[in-house]
Antibody
Framework: QMQLVESGGGVVQPGGSLRLSCEASGFILTTCGMHWVRQAPGKGLEWVAFIRYDGSNQYYGESMKGRFTISRDKSNNTLYLQMNSLRAEDTAVYYC???????????????????WGQGTLVTVSS | NFVLTQPHSVSESPGKTVTISCTRSSGSIASNYVQWYQQRPGNSPTTVIYENDQRPSGVPDRFSGSIDSSSNSASLTISGLRTEDEADYYCQSYDSSNQVFGEGTKLTVL
């Protein structure tokens, strides 16, 4: 059974940094792409970032470019999101999600999202 | 970038059928698959339709999806509504550089 467990959320001041983790079980990260998606309180879903199954390409949502970095560690089957220069509008629950297509080499930022983790809350406030 | 537009909310009675639309602002709706996610309050999203009209195992056949090129839109139809269908529903698609979610539709079953 595939499972994703996020951690690393918390309260951070504007301009600060935070690294989120997403531990995968039931499948190997290097076989499929992975996403981060966020949801501000009471708002809809916003795609954050995608990393291809082989790590060769990363894609980012427009407001995340230059501030966020998606990466993964094969040795511990964990996905990461490094977030720098955080702003109040980055306050959200951050979900990681698997892209269901195995070994997909198409030139797109992934396909869709399944399964999702339970999310971790990031609050940017002074 | 394109936008996916959904109605903010819909409501219907138990046992009835409801359809939620998702209109793509630019580019063809048929150019990339459309997915639909259900999110109950306090929970993570789950997939109810993928690749326009496919149902994951475990999703009842009361849920169905389709696309219409003439209106450049996708639709999620839920028949035989149950109270547990009450949730937010999001459509999603992508292009060569972005993943896009619709703003979400709150379904009330009253």
């Amino acid at each position: 059974q595939m499972q994703l467990v996020e951690s690393g959320g918390g309260v951070v001041q504007p301009g600060g940094s935070l690294r989120l983790s997403c531990e995968a079980s039931g499948f190997i990260l290097t076989t499929c792409g992975m996403h981060w998606v966020r949801q501000a309180p009471g708002k809809g879903l916003e795609w954050v970032a995608f990393i291809r199954y082989d790590g060769s390409n990363q894609y980012y949502g427009e407001s995340m470019k230059g501030r966020f970095t998606i990466s993964r560690d094969k040795s511990n089957n964990t996905l990461y999101l490094q977030m720098n220069s955080l702003r109040a509008e980055d306050t959200a629950v951050y979900y990681c999600a698997r892209d269901p297509y195995y070994y997909d080499s198409s030139a797109t930022p992934g396909n869709w999202f399944d399964p999702w983790g339970q999310g971790t809350l990031v609050t940017v406030s002074s | 970038n394109f936008v996916l537009t959904q109605p903010h909310s819909v409501s219907e009675s138990p046992g009835k059928t409801v359809t939620i639309s998702c209109t793509r602002s630019s580019g063809s709706i048929a150019s990339n698959y459309v997915q639909w996610y259900q999110q109950r309050p306090g929970n993570s999203p789950t997939t109810v339709i993928y690749e326009n009209d496919q149902r994951p195992s475990g999703v009842p056949d009361r849920f169905s999806g389709s696309i219409d090129s003439s209106s450049n839109s996708a639709s999620l139809t839920i028949s035989g509504l149950r109270t547990e269908d009450e949730a937010d529903y999001y459509c999603q698609s992508y292009d060569s550089s972005n993943q896009v979610f619709g703003e979400g539709t709150k379904l009330t079953v009253l």
